[in-house]
């Protein structure tokens, strides 16, 4: 079950012994702890496989969600069909059509990330739906919300050990700190490890991609269609 902000400050509090040094310090150290797990590693609880957009025709500029960290595809719906777009870069689109603007409109099948943009090619000739798939920054706690609990599942520990470790180099006491840092690394190799064994799935033509640190995969074992 998880701990909610309320929980986690008593508990950086007893962990550090210092019951009266935690206060409005805990939820910054507690966001703090939560962007840089997920600086370090993509979360299975922060993946977004469809988000909804709608295309406009003679639109070619769009902007990514403000939550997304990194976009792993976007595709769009035609009638009945489904179609994944290929991404390239902005090399490319110079070389492919330097002014956009004059591009025809047609059937989308390019996207460019271009910052927090994309463009998509060529501009899309009907109100298309379209989903982008991505991953996520997880969302930041708030003291005013103490029943909150994190968008990451299973690292209650690591934020508590992460907050633990800030406090004492807030005391000075930089032995401590050091202790509780290398505490948080050791639980953090353990976590991405449980996280990474249950890999996120992308259907494709032939069954699935598992989406996993040694790349891409299908096989008889993870083909839906196979009985």
């Not at 609990?149 to 006491?173: C, H, M, P, S």
């Not at 353990?190 to 064994?197: F, P």
């Not at 799935?201 to 032939?206: E, L, N, Q, R, V």
Request: charged letters at 25%; aromatic letters at 14%.
């Amino acid at each position: 079950m998880a701990l909610t902000l309320a929980e986690m400050i008593v508990r950086i509090a007893d962990n550090a012994g210092r019951q009266d040094q935690t206060g409005a310090y805990s939820v910054p150290w507690l966001n703090d702890a939560l962007h840089e797990l997920a600086r370090r590693h993509d979360w299975r609880d922060l993946h977004v496989p469809d988000s909804p957009f709608t295309m406009t025709a003679g639109v070619y500029r769009y902007t990514f969600p403000t939550d997304m960290k990194v976009c792993k595809g976007i595709r769009y719906i035609n009638g009945s069909s489904s179609k994944w777009l290929v991404e390239k870069t902005r090399y490319w689109l110079n070389q492919y059509e330097p002014y956009p603007d004059s591009m025809s409109n047609g059937i989308p099948a390019y996207y460019c990330v271009d910052g927090n943009t994309y463009d998509i090619i060529p501009p899309p000739d009907d109100g298309y739906t379209g989903y982008i798939n991505y991953e996520s920054w997880p969302t930041d706690f708030s003291a005013s919300v103490p029943t909150a609990v994190a968008d990451i599942t299973n690292v209650d520990d690591l934020l508590i050990y992460y907050a633990v470790a800030e406090l004492f180099r807030k005391l000075g006491q930089f032995d401590r700190s050091l202790h509780w840092e290398a505490v948080f690394e050791r639980r953090y190799k353990r976590a991405r490890v449980a996280d990474v064994r249950r890999p996120v799935h992308m259907p494709t033509a032939d069954g699935v991609i598992s989406v996993r640190r040694r790349g891409p995969r299908s096989a008889y074992w993870n083909n839906p269609e196979v009985g």
